[in-house]
């Protein structure tokens, strides 16, 4: 079974662009949530998709937005990037369900210049 | 609202001797409790996860975790810790969010350094 595969996994923008981040699940899982992980901290639940719908989202304002597929793969896009937007952003799938574990890709490394 | 504690932000032990990481947790309903290892610049691997059942749970490389409902606490452990094992722990808990579909969220994280 494959894992779960982020591109790119590292990035330069610079304050006020635009970044799309991008998220294949593992096989199987119909659930992709995102997640905001700051130097020295746990990872911030960013939103969570499932077949196609978002289903639920954390305290991130709109410029935050995503998008899932029908193969269940997912984009997380970033407007109007700000310097705290620094952070690795980690995409996890799963079965969605109570109890179900997530399966955590390596990252993509965001730097805001 | 749902959230977890881990209030030992940084942890050193010597290699051989036992560990205990702490996390608590605040949420209404019955938990689902997980434990995630992080290696630097990596994602977050599962260790292990309760829901049910007995209250103390076996997981991966020689952990556990033991539920204590009353203290709301879901603490890590290992009898013998290997260098291998520094790295970053993170306890994190799943609610349900409506239809009962889940969200988990993470607590701060336990930092964990092994010394010869």
């Given amino acids: ?113 | 609202a749902q959230s977890v504690t881990q209030p030992d932000i940084h942890i050193t032990v010597s290699e051989g001797a036992s560990l205990e990481l702490r996390c608590n947790y605040s949420y209404g309903a019955t938990p689902y409790l997980f434990w995630y290892v992080q290696s630097p610049g990596q994602g977050l691997q599962l260790l292990l996860k309760y829901f049910s059942g007995d209250t103390l749970v076996q997981g991966i490389k020689g952990f556990e975790a033991e539920f204590k409902r009353s203290q709301s606490s879901f603490n890590l452990r290992k009898p013998s810790v290997h260098w291998s094992d520094a790295a970053e722990y993170f306890c994190a808990v799943g609610t349900d969010i409506a239809g009962g579909y889940q969200k988990v969220t993470f607590g701060t994280g336990t930092k964990l350094q092994v010394i010869p």
């Fill in chain 1, 1 to 113: 079974e494959t894992g779960v595969t982020q591109s790119p996994t590292h990035l330069i923008k610079t304050r006020g662009q635009q970044v799309t981040l991008r998220c294949s699940s593992q096989s199987g899982h119909n659930t992709v949530s995102w997640y905001q992980q700051a130097l020295g901290q746990g990872p911030q639940f960013i939103f969570q998709y499932y077949r196609e719908e978002e289903n639920g989202r954390g305290n991130f304002p709109p410029r935050f937005s995503g998008l899932q597929f029908p193969n269940y793969s997912s984009e997380l896009n970033v407007n109007a990037l700000e310097l705290d937007d620094s952070a690795l952003y980690l995409c996890a799938s799963s079965l969605g369900t109570l109890g179900s574990p997530l399966h955590f890709g390596n990252g993509t490394r965001l730097t805001v210049t």
